[in-house]
């Protein structure tokens, strides 16, 4: 049975983090890994949107801005980028599901921006139906149908300033052991 793993907690808290320092130790270890990872775009100090990588191949691009010259659906002040989510975001998902030496997709995050997207939403219930392992985020206070299934049959984690440090170092083990066939 593949490892599932969602992590949540309250915004900021370091969940993205959390899975940048897995990726890195597993990359590092040469375990290759696939998905798209999200990141907070800052200009002057301020946060002004968020961008979206494919965790294999680097490539990036922007998920959300509040000044996006494109029309797309809005969350807040943040216009999303669906082009860029579809093409990046949904497309690094789907290529870490179809390839066969990725044996771990992560996905972060299962958010209210990434759920505008009816292409994400498709891909991400693929990538579920696989025998892949996931690790993903979701939004704490979510209700939507995907994110309450995630709810329902991940094993959930959620990130608090109490546990946040070791949490990477929780994950690895869980993650090795389940790449090794010890889950």
Do not use: W
Not at 113 to 122: D, P, Q
């Amino acid at each position: 049975m593949p490892l599932r793993i969602g992590l949540t907690g309250k915004p900021r808290i370091g969940k993205s983090t959390i899975v940048k320092d897995v990726i890195g130790r597993l990359k590092a270890e040469g375990v290759p890994v696939g998905g798209m990872l999200t990141a907070d775009l800052r200009e002057h100090g301020c946060r002004v949107g968020f961008a979206i990588e494919d965790i294999r191949t680097g490539e990036t691009g922007v998920l959300a801005h509040v000044q996006l010259p494109t029309r797309g659906p809005s969350v807040g002040k943040y216009t999303i980028n669906l082009m860029d989510l579809d093409g990046i975001g949904a497309r690094s998902i789907s290529e870490a599901t179809m390839r066969p030496e990725i044996e771990l997709i992560f996905i972060d995050e299962i958010g209210t921006m990434e759920l505008k997207s009816r292409s994400f939403i498709e891909t991400v219930e693929r990538a579920l139906e696989s025998e892949k392992h996931l690790v993903v985020t979701v939004h704490q206070r979510s209700t939507h149908e995907l994110v309450q299934r995630i709810r329902g049959t991940f094993e959930i984690l959620e990130v608090t300033e109490a546990n946040r440090d070791e949490m990477a170092t929780i994950i690895m083990k869980t993650v090795k052991n389940s790449l090794n066939g010890e889950g």
